[in-house]
């Protein structure tokens, strides 16, 4: 073959290699996006995204409808857990007690606050018994249940749980673990404050 037969064939082997290239390429990335897709719908995912729209949006307080107790005593309703001032408290019966709190529409819960004992006033707050463990039993819309075991330090004042559960309906904390009791006190739990995102 003549010299310039083989240098236009060797141009039309480059030519063509340079389209399985391009081709090599653009199927490769189209598996990428298939996967990232997959990923970001599956549960795992979608609670990346969750997680992520909570950090960066803004909490919001959110008041339930109705607040009911498994009992109180005289004068410490279980009201006072949600009436916004952390200085009165409900008086639960004793350890296994429970309290309830049903919201009007489904919302992304995204943490919680709980002020326990009496008050966030460190004598009052030593004045009476505390729980240190509770069951956080959340429920959906949908009648699926969390449950959450949460530990609690104790100390008086405000301390903050990430709870991050979407579709909340319901919330029943379970007291646990009592502490502080003695003849005349009662197992107080002050303020409970629930943040949806905004």
Known sequence: M????????FRRRARAGSGKGTRFVVILLAVLALCAG???LMPAG???IEDTRDKLGKATAITPARTEGSGELAGHPVTNTTDGINNKYWAAPGAGATVTYTFRKPFRMVD?????GASKSPEAYARQ???LQMDMEVTAADGTRQVKELTLSDKAGPQTIQTGISDVKTVRLTLRSPVGLAPGTH???AEVEFFQRS
């Open 112 to 116: 919680v606050i709980i002020t326990n």
């Open 187 to 189: 197992l107080a739990l």
């Open 129 to 131: 018994g505390r729980a």
């Open 38 to 40: 997959g990923f970001f």
């Open 2 to 9: 003549p010299w310039w037969r083989t240098v236009w064939s």
């Open 46 to 48: 979608r609670a990346l």
